[in-house]
Protein backbone atom coordinates (compact mmCIF):
# COMPACT_ATOMS: atom_id res chain seq x y z
CA UNK A 1 0.00 0.00 0.00
CA UNK A 2 1.19 3.44 -1.08
CA UNK A 3 2.51 5.72 1.75
CA UNK A 4 0.35 8.81 3.04
CA UNK A 5 1.93 11.51 4.97
CA UNK A 6 -0.62 13.91 7.21
CA UNK A 7 0.33 17.25 9.09
CA UNK A 8 0.84 15.80 12.89
CA UNK A 9 -2.24 18.34 14.46
CA UNK A 10 -4.57 20.72 13.28
CA UNK A 11 -7.23 23.52 15.39
CA UNK A 12 -10.74 24.34 13.84
CA UNK A 13 -12.84 26.65 15.62
CA UNK A 14 -15.98 24.87 16.20
CA UNK A 15 -18.76 25.68 13.21
CA UNK A 16 -16.12 26.23 10.84
CA UNK A 17 -15.15 23.86 7.99
CA UNK A 18 -12.39 21.35 8.39
CA UNK A 19 -9.85 20.49 6.25
CA UNK A 20 -7.35 18.12 6.69
CA UNK A 21 -5.04 17.20 4.45
CA UNK A 22 -2.81 13.86 3.15
CA UNK A 23 -0.11 13.60 0.92
CA UNK A 24 0.11 10.16 -1.12
CA UNK A 25 2.17 10.77 -3.86
CA UNK A 26 3.17 6.69 -4.43
CA UNK A 27 -0.51 6.20 -5.01
CA UNK A 28 -1.05 3.54 -7.75
CA UNK A 29 -3.95 3.41 -10.21
CA UNK A 30 -6.13 0.40 -8.52
CA UNK A 31 -5.62 2.12 -4.56
CA UNK A 32 -8.45 4.24 -3.10
CA UNK A 33 -7.92 7.02 -0.53
CA UNK A 34 -9.95 6.04 2.94
CA UNK A 35 -10.35 8.28 5.86
CA UNK A 36 -11.15 6.85 9.39
CA UNK A 37 -11.25 8.26 13.00
CA UNK A 38 -10.44 7.74 16.08
CA UNK A 39 -12.13 9.63 18.64
CA UNK A 40 -10.21 9.71 22.50
CA UNK A 41 -10.36 5.46 24.03
CA UNK A 42 -12.67 4.66 21.20
CA UNK A 43 -12.25 2.17 17.94
CA UNK A 44 -11.51 3.64 14.60
CA UNK A 45 -14.46 5.19 12.92
CA UNK A 46 -14.86 5.10 9.13
CA UNK A 47 -15.65 8.16 7.61
CA UNK A 48 -15.31 8.17 3.43
CA UNK A 49 -13.23 6.33 0.71
CA UNK A 50 -12.92 7.15 -3.39
CA UNK A 51 -11.16 6.89 -6.08
CA UNK A 52 -10.74 9.81 -8.03
CA UNK A 53 -13.98 11.65 -8.23
CA UNK A 54 -14.80 13.70 -5.28
CA UNK A 55 -17.38 11.59 -2.51
CA UNK A 56 -19.80 13.16 0.17
CA UNK A 57 -21.91 11.37 2.40
CA UNK A 58 -23.56 12.48 5.98
CA UNK A 59 -19.79 12.87 7.65
CA UNK A 60 -18.01 14.27 5.05
CA UNK A 61 -16.38 15.42 1.87
CA UNK A 62 -13.05 14.02 0.31
CA UNK A 63 -11.33 16.11 -2.55
CA UNK A 64 -9.42 13.99 -4.49
CA UNK A 65 -6.91 15.91 -6.93
CA UNK A 66 -6.66 15.35 -10.36
CA UNK A 67 -3.47 13.66 -10.32
CA UNK A 68 -4.42 11.56 -7.29
CA UNK A 69 -1.45 12.32 -5.22
CA UNK A 70 -3.18 14.26 -2.72
CA UNK A 71 -6.83 14.63 -0.75
CA UNK A 72 -8.48 16.25 1.46
CA UNK A 73 -11.20 15.90 3.83
CA UNK A 74 -13.93 18.41 4.88
CA UNK A 75 -16.24 18.24 7.62
CA UNK A 76 -18.22 20.95 7.00
CA UNK A 77 -19.14 22.10 10.52
CA UNK A 78 -17.05 21.20 13.04
CA UNK A 79 -18.47 20.01 16.72
CA UNK A 80 -16.61 19.42 19.68
CA UNK A 81 -17.60 15.59 18.84
CA UNK A 82 -15.41 15.68 16.15
CA UNK A 83 -12.14 16.13 18.24
CA UNK A 84 -9.99 12.81 17.01
CA UNK A 85 -6.95 11.72 15.41
CA UNK A 86 -7.74 11.55 11.34
CA UNK A 87 -6.40 8.41 9.43
CA UNK A 88 -5.51 8.78 5.65
CA UNK A 89 -5.16 5.31 4.69
CA UNK A 90 -3.99 4.18 0.91
CA UNK A 91 -4.86 0.52 -0.22
CA UNK A 92 -6.15 -1.56 -2.96
CA UNK A 93 -9.89 -2.48 -3.10
CA UNK A 94 -9.25 -6.17 -3.50
CA UNK A 95 -6.63 -8.54 -2.31
CA UNK A 96 -4.92 -6.88 0.26
CA UNK A 97 -7.24 -6.24 2.90
CA UNK A 98 -5.35 -5.09 5.94
CA UNK A 99 -5.75 -1.09 6.79
CA UNK A 100 -2.20 0.08 7.16
CA UNK A 101 -2.40 3.17 9.62
CA UNK A 102 0.18 5.93 10.12
CA UNK A 103 0.14 8.22 13.22
CA UNK A 104 -2.84 10.63 11.47
CA UNK A 105 -3.39 13.85 12.23
CA UNK A 106 -4.99 15.10 15.91
CA UNK A 107 -7.63 17.26 15.03
CA UNK A 108 -8.50 19.51 17.80
CA UNK A 109 -12.08 21.36 17.56
CA UNK A 110 -11.78 25.13 19.44
CA UNK A 111 -14.91 25.97 21.74
CA UNK B 1 -28.05 -3.63 15.61
CA UNK B 2 -25.04 -4.51 17.89
CA UNK B 3 -21.14 -3.86 16.96
CA UNK B 4 -17.91 -5.54 17.05
CA UNK B 5 -17.72 -6.47 21.00
CA UNK B 6 -14.29 -7.09 23.01
CA UNK B 7 -13.62 -8.98 26.18
CA UNK B 8 -12.59 -8.51 28.75
CA UNK B 9 -12.15 -4.49 28.17
CA UNK B 10 -9.24 -3.92 30.49
CA UNK B 11 -6.87 -7.17 31.27
CA UNK B 12 -3.70 -6.65 33.73
CA UNK B 13 -1.31 -9.52 33.87
CA UNK B 14 2.34 -10.35 35.34
CA UNK B 15 5.14 -11.13 32.60
CA UNK B 16 5.13 -14.18 31.39
CA UNK B 17 2.05 -15.64 31.67
CA UNK B 18 -0.42 -15.93 29.01
CA UNK B 19 -3.75 -14.07 28.19
CA UNK B 20 -6.60 -14.40 26.04
CA UNK B 21 -8.58 -11.93 24.17
CA UNK B 22 -12.16 -11.97 22.66
CA UNK B 23 -13.75 -10.41 19.45
CA UNK B 24 -17.74 -11.29 19.09
CA UNK B 25 -17.99 -9.50 15.31
CA UNK B 26 -21.15 -8.24 13.91
CA UNK B 27 -23.48 -11.11 12.92
CA UNK B 28 -22.75 -12.34 9.48
CA UNK B 29 -19.75 -10.63 8.93
CA UNK B 30 -17.54 -12.78 7.22
CA UNK B 31 -14.32 -10.41 7.51
CA UNK B 32 -12.21 -10.17 10.99
CA UNK B 33 -9.25 -8.68 11.61
CA UNK B 34 -6.85 -7.76 14.95
CA UNK B 35 -4.73 -4.83 15.46
CA UNK B 36 -2.79 -3.71 17.71
CA UNK B 37 -2.03 0.03 19.16
CA UNK B 38 0.79 1.21 21.45
CA UNK B 39 -0.41 4.16 23.16
CA UNK B 40 0.48 7.36 21.10
CA UNK B 41 1.11 5.50 17.96
CA UNK B 42 -1.09 4.25 14.71
CA UNK B 43 -2.44 0.59 14.64
CA UNK B 44 -0.57 -2.53 13.49
CA UNK B 45 -2.05 -4.90 11.80
CA UNK B 46 -1.98 -8.20 13.19
CA UNK B 47 -4.13 -11.31 11.35
CA UNK B 48 -6.62 -11.41 9.02
CA UNK B 49 -9.77 -13.78 9.11
CA UNK B 50 -11.75 -14.63 6.13
CA UNK B 51 -14.35 -17.30 7.36
CA UNK B 52 -12.45 -19.66 10.15
CA UNK B 53 -9.25 -19.70 7.80
CA UNK B 54 -6.33 -16.93 8.26
CA UNK B 55 -5.02 -16.11 4.68
CA UNK B 56 -2.65 -13.26 6.43
CA UNK B 57 -1.27 -13.47 9.28
CA UNK B 58 1.58 -11.73 7.92
CA UNK B 59 1.33 -9.13 11.08
CA UNK B 60 2.04 -11.16 14.70
CA UNK B 61 4.99 -10.19 15.91
CA UNK B 62 6.23 -13.58 17.20
CA UNK B 63 5.11 -17.22 17.48
CA UNK B 64 4.32 -16.50 21.29
CA UNK B 65 0.87 -15.08 19.31
CA UNK B 66 -1.53 -16.69 17.59
CA UNK B 67 -5.54 -16.66 16.68
CA UNK B 68 -8.34 -18.86 15.70
CA UNK B 69 -11.66 -18.08 14.99
CA UNK B 70 -14.73 -20.57 14.72
CA UNK B 71 -17.90 -20.70 13.03
CA UNK B 72 -17.01 -18.26 11.36
CA UNK B 73 -18.39 -15.87 14.73
CA UNK B 74 -16.29 -15.74 17.68
CA UNK B 75 -12.15 -15.10 17.29
CA UNK B 76 -9.83 -15.67 20.17
CA UNK B 77 -6.50 -13.58 20.12
CA UNK B 78 -3.89 -15.71 22.69
CA UNK B 79 -0.59 -14.40 23.91
CA UNK B 80 1.68 -16.63 25.43
CA UNK B 81 4.47 -15.65 27.75
CA UNK B 82 3.57 -12.06 28.31
CA UNK B 83 6.35 -9.67 27.48
CA UNK B 84 6.04 -5.65 29.23
CA UNK B 85 6.52 -4.88 25.30
CA UNK B 86 3.15 -6.44 24.47
CA UNK B 87 1.03 -3.87 26.54
CA UNK B 88 -1.11 -2.03 24.28
CA UNK B 89 -4.65 -1.74 23.25
CA UNK B 90 -5.66 -4.68 21.13
CA UNK B 91 -8.65 -4.05 18.04
CA UNK B 92 -10.71 -6.31 16.37
CA UNK B 93 -13.11 -5.18 12.88
CA UNK B 94 -15.05 -6.94 11.60
CA UNK B 95 -16.42 -6.28 7.83
CA UNK B 96 -18.88 -8.00 5.26
CA UNK B 97 -17.88 -10.04 2.18
CA UNK B 98 -16.39 -7.87 -0.34
CA UNK B 99 -17.47 -5.62 -2.52
CA UNK B 100 -17.94 -4.11 1.32
CA UNK B 101 -14.89 -2.16 2.41
CA UNK B 102 -16.03 -0.24 5.31
CA UNK B 103 -14.48 -2.07 8.66
CA UNK B 104 -16.55 -2.17 11.66
CA UNK B 105 -14.37 -1.67 15.19
CA UNK B 106 -14.67 -2.94 18.95
CA UNK B 107 -13.86 -1.12 21.91
CA UNK B 108 -10.55 -2.78 22.32
CA UNK B 109 -8.99 -4.91 24.84
CA UNK B 110 -6.22 -2.63 26.91
CA UNK B 111 -3.35 -4.93 28.30
CA UNK B 112 -1.36 -4.27 30.47
CA UNK B 113 1.66 -6.67 31.21
CA UNK B 114 3.27 -5.68 34.18
Known amino acids: DAKTTQPTSMDCAEGRAANLPCNHS???????VYWYRQIHSQGPQYIIHGLKNNETNEMASLIITEDRKSSTLILPHATLRDTAVYYCIVRAHFGNEKLTFGTGTRLTIIP | GAGVSQSPSNKVTEKGKDVELRCDPISGHTALYWYRQRLGQGLEFLIY????????KSGLPSDRFSAERTGESVSTLTIQRTQQEDSAVYLCASKEALPANEQFFGPGTRLTVL
Open chain 2, 49 to 56: FQGNSAPD
Open chain 1, 26 to 32: TISGNEY
